[in-house]
């Protein structure tokens, strides 16, 4: 058994790691670059690109160990026939979905703003979800993925903290996950937004998951290598 140091209390890695799977929550260029739907709204896109190196290394991490990785994009079909009214219709921001901007048209399938940021690019094999809405299970295979796959512990990170990450953890949470949200590879255009979804998330005893920094992952990480390499019977 190999626990990560995390709030409310210690996190328990499976003992089969590859029931653990690592969920990069729409790392992409709407969100993270001057030009997309993120600054069309008017936020500063540049406070998300903090959690980049962590998150790469993080991904790195599990890349090397061979462990799931889900990467996910919210977006919608060029016809916006899986965009709800009252999604489309929303806010009053230079831009909307759909409408064109410096990276293509926004949050549509295939452009160029609806790509994954180059540093955290999805590699073959990797799983990628298309979801038109904030979480990460509604109107995607991501369930049944998960369960042919014998998932059972998810660790959440990405953007923005207290929109499609936490939708999605909370998603998770009700179908029996055992999730933990990241803390230093989430990120919102609103530092108090993110600081307050955190609290929210672990109350009461974890009511919907763990958080921990990424240095309580890489060492609990380590750990568990460690001891299912110990555990490995050398050939006679």
């Not at 328990?12 to 600054?39: N, T, Y």
């Not at 293509?104 to 180059?118: K, Q, T």
């Not at 094999?125 to 509604?138: C, D, L, S, T």
Request: aromatic share 6%; net charge negative; glycine share 10%.
């Amino acid at each position: 058994m190999s626990l990560a140091a995390a709030r409310p209390y210690e996190y328990e890695l499976p003992q089969d790691l590859s029931k653990l799977a690592l969920v990069i929550i729409d790392m992409q260029r709407d969100f993270m670059e001057p030009g997309g739907f993120g600054d069309a709204l008017g936020n500063d896109v540049l406070r998300l690109q903090a959690i980049v190196p962590t998150l790469k290394q993080l991904l790195d991490t599990f890349r090397a160990m061979g462990l799931p990785i889900v990467h996910t994009l919210e977006c919608h079909q060029a016809d916006l026939s899986d965009c709800p009214p009252s999604k489309l219709n929303r806010g009053k921001g230079a831009l909307k979905i759909g409408d064109s901007g410096p990276m293509g048209r926004i949050l549509v399938a295939g452009e160029a703003g609806n790509g994954i940021i180059p540093e955290l690019a999805p590699l073959p094999g990797e799983i990628v979800i298309m979801k038109p809405g904030k979480g990460a299970f509604y109107g995607t295979p991501l369930g049944s993925i998960l369960l042919e796959k014998g998932i059972t512990h998810l660790l959440i990170t990405g953007v923005t903290t207290e929109v499609c990450v936490q939708t999605t953890m909370r998603e998770a949470n009700d179908r029996g996950y055992e999730c933990l949200m990241v803390e230093d590879c989430t990120e919102s255009y609103f530092p108090e937004f993110k600081q307050a979804t955190l609290e929210m998330v672990r109350a009461q005893g974890g009511i919907v998951g763990w958080t921990a920094p990424a240095a309580s992952i890489f060492q609990a990480l380590a750990a568990a290598s460690k001891s299912q390499m110990s555990g490995v019977t050398a050939p006679v």
